[in-house]
């Protein structure tokens, strides 16, 4: 008799537990349908989750596809995070983009994150206003950086913002944000950076007011590049060239979008982006992620109450991240 009531007890404490109502995940924002395409991009029944929050302002996510890891700045923390499924938030790089006794003010963190052709981590550091390379692998992850560059002609950058990888080069953008004021700039603009694989840095840029995010198309014929003012909330779209030699320049630099009217309204402004397979672009702006297709045309908006900072996509191009504020923000794409 004891036997089978321990049984029935066990069945009765499997069947509560299983009753239990599974937790939902905090979801925010909505999903703007502007055009049929959008259909094929992002499925119908897609929510914008919450898988992470309470930082301070966060950017540069980047999926690590070998870690099954979600690593994204927070500026003001100095600090880099490692999101997973199965543990949630851990601190990855501590400090993350001021390393030295330096006092400064302004951003001291890393922005933008990336990998280079061997799978290293690069950083752009803004406290200590360089391009850097972690001194570590992925897996077994140290504060420990190698300056990739850090001048342009003889004069130290702004404070690197983001950056692509192509062919072995690094195509930076330098605005003044990680900076406590404008008197510490040593280059009177505001630069778009070819890092060349030698350490040569050449200029490619130097009209934008406030360069950002920057992309390219999936051919590399395009190159996209965010400008963050308030004034010129645009988003530029550049023709890459190259000599067959291995050098690299741009040209154009036609008008992909502007949104210059929505700055009064909500907020955000045009910032990091990412560009699928399809070279569908996923750019996070006013009033949070604008989804283009390659000829501009906007398909849709994940709309965003917070100012959205940048996206980062998995490798199958089913996965969109985004750094969203105190926000770490997942949205489903098709399937």
């Not at 990739?148 to 605005?175: C, E, H, M, V, W």
């Not at 992909?256 to 700055?263: E, G, M, R, V």
């Not at 398909?299 to 996965?319: F, M, Y």
Request: aromatic residues 8%; negative net charge.
């Amino acid at each position: 008799m004891k036997s089978q009531q321990r049984i029935l007890g066990i069945v009765l404490i499997a069947l509560i537990y299983g009753c239990k109502p599974s937790i939902e995940t905090k979801t925010i924002g909505s999903i703007e349908r502007l055009d049929s395409a959008i259909n094929n991009i992002i499925t119908k029944d897609a929510k914008v989750e919450v898988i992470a929050e309470g930082f301070e302002w966060t950017e540069g996510p980047l999926w690590i596809e070998d870690q099954k890891m979600l690593l994204f700045s927070d500026i003001p923390k100095n600090t880099v995070f490692k999101w997973t499924e199965e543990k949630g938030i851990e601190t990855y790089l501590l400090p993350s983009g001021h390393t030295t006794t330096e006092p400064i003010g302004g951003e001291p963190g890393s922005n933008g994150l990336l990998l280079d052709d061997n799978g290293t981590l690069v950083l752009c550091q803004h406290g200590d206003r360089r391009l850097a390379r972690m001194n570590a692998t992925v897996d077994v992850q140290k504060a420990e950086y190698q300056t990739i560059a850090d001048k342009y002609q003889g004069k130290r950058f702004n404070s690197p913002n983001d950056a692509a990888f192509y062919n072995g080069d690094f195509y930076l953008t330098d605005p003044p944000y990680g900076l406590a004021a404008d008197s510490l700039k040593e280059i009177s603009f505001q630069g778009v950076y070819r890092i060349a694989k030698d350490g040569t840095v050449n200029l490619l840029v130097d009209s934008l007011t406030r360069p950002n995010g920057i992309a390219f198309s999936p051919d590399h014929t395009k190159i996209y590049v965010a400008n963050s003012d308030s004034d010129k909330a645009r988003w530029y779209k550049y023709n890459m060239i190259t000599d067959g030699t291995g050098n690299a320049a741009i040209s154009g630099g036609s008008i992909f979008y502007d949104a210059t009217s929505l700055t009064s309204s909500v907020k955000g402004l045009p910032d990091g982006l990412k560009v699928d397979d399809n070279g569908t672009i996923f750019a996070s702006g006013p009033g949070g992620v604008f989804i283009f297709n390659p000829e501009g045309k906007l398909l849709g908006k994940i709309k965003l109450d917070e100012a959205c900072s940048n996206t980062a996509l998995s490798p199958d191009g089913k996965v969109l991240y985004i750094t969203n504020d105190m926000y770490l923000l997942r949205v489903k794409l098709r399937k």
